[in-house]
């Protein structure tokens, strides 16, 4: 085991002292636009590439030397399982580079998505979720003929509103830090949790410097090991009781992705096309980066905090986060100018 770190650590040390050979090499870069995108020089996009590559090494170790795959032991898996779970993650993974590359259309995404999610739940039936649990529901709610449909639909979603939230330096991060840790401290294969944790802190470093983006790569490929994760601990390791917990999980994304939606269509737009109007965008206008993503941070764990830890109400818990949430993109959009606390200093 500390051999194999030593060995991800060399890796990782060799990636970055050849760093502006890697990123010609890619040749994947992020453009100043003056529209969506108002970094003042271009920033390579190799963030999902390099953590391909630490997955990568993470999977052949776990698979050959330590039994384990993901947070499951590989008995629990059959080949078929396996490959279509690694076909999962890497072609997801791939068409989000190719996104990155040759910026693909968000229809063209959607319809490639929905193919490749399908393909797999083809394979592997451990990621169908056949019932969900609901705290406020004494009833087991089953999906029967339709749990193909409810799994897609809930992947799509929350890959999309993932890659939706996704807009300023160390954002991602920090919901992807959130999610891996609570389900570090959830489950009892946390191996593969406490590497994945480092892998993003790794990242987070240089991100937050802005000299790498994870792009729609690395959204893709953490975004499906997320999916994954999150369904292999509710259908197996039986760690995750109510989809309560995946819901405040990733409520922050959720809510900011249902808003700018409802706010696109009443406006006759596009809701898959862009805009300034994230959450992301409204904070970093009036506060310092380290600023917008403390309070990003304090909206995205509170929900768990309250209801995991502090056993509040789901529908409480819900109306405390919605008007946070409002009240503070109200408070935002404001043109108070004589208000020093929504000032950008």
């Not at 739940?121 to 056949?130: D, G, L, P, R």
């Not at 489950?187 to 593969?192: C, G, K, L, Q």
């Not at 009240?327 to 929504?342: A, E, G, T």
Request: net charge positive.
């Amino acid at each position: 085991m500390t051999l194999f770190l030593i060995l991800l650590i060399l890796l990782n040390l060799l990636i970055f002292l050849n760093f502006q050979k890697f990123t010609k090499f890619t040749n994947i870069y992020d453009i100043p636009d003056n529209k969506l995108k108002l970094h003042k020089k271009k920033v390579p996009v190799t963030g999902g590439i390099i953590l391909a590559i630490n997955f990568t090494v993470l999977f052949l170790f776990q698979i050959f030397f330590t039994n384990d795959f993901l947070s499951l032991k590989i008995n629990q898996f059959n080949h078929k399982e396996i490959l279509s779970t690694l076909f999962f993650i890497y072609v997801y993974f791939f068409l989000g580079l190719y996104d990155d590359k040759f910026q693909l259309s968000p229809n063209k995404k959607l319809l490639y998505s929905i193919a490749i999610i399908l393909f797999v739940i083809f394979f592997n039936e451990k990621i169908i979720v056949e019932y969900i649990s609901l705290s406020f529901y004494e009833k087991k709610i089953f999906f029967e003929n339709y749990s193909n449909y409810f799994i897609l639909f809930c992947i799509i979603l929350l890959i999309n509103a993932l890659n939706f939230y996704d807009g300023i330096n160390g954002q991602s991060s920090i919901i992807f830090l959130i999610s891996f840790f609570y389900l570090f401290i959830k489950s009892d294969m946390n191996y593969f949790y406490s590497m994945t944790i480092f892998f993003i802190l790794f990242f987070f470093q240089f991100n937050v410097r802005n000299k790498l983006f994870l792009g729609d790569s690395g959204i893709y490929l953490l975004g499906v090991i997320l999916s994954i994760c999150l369904v292999y601990e509710h259908n197996i390791q039986k760690n995750i009781i109510f989809v309560d917990e995946i819901f405040f999980l990733l409520l922050l994304p959720g809510i900011d992705l249902l808003r700018l939606t409802i706010t696109r269509i009443l406006k006759k737009q596009n809701p898959f096309f862009g805009d300034r109007n994230h959450i992301h965008h409204l904070l970093i206008e009036k506060f310092s980066l380290f600023e917008a993503n403390l309070i990003l941070f304090f909206i995205a764990i509170l929900p768990l905090f309250l209801f995991s830890f502090m056993k509040f109400n789901f529908f409480i818990v819900l109306f405390i986060i919605t008007n946070i949430y409002m009240f503070l993109i109200i408070k935002l959009k404001s043109n108070d100018k004589n208000n020093y606390f929504w000032k950008k200093k």
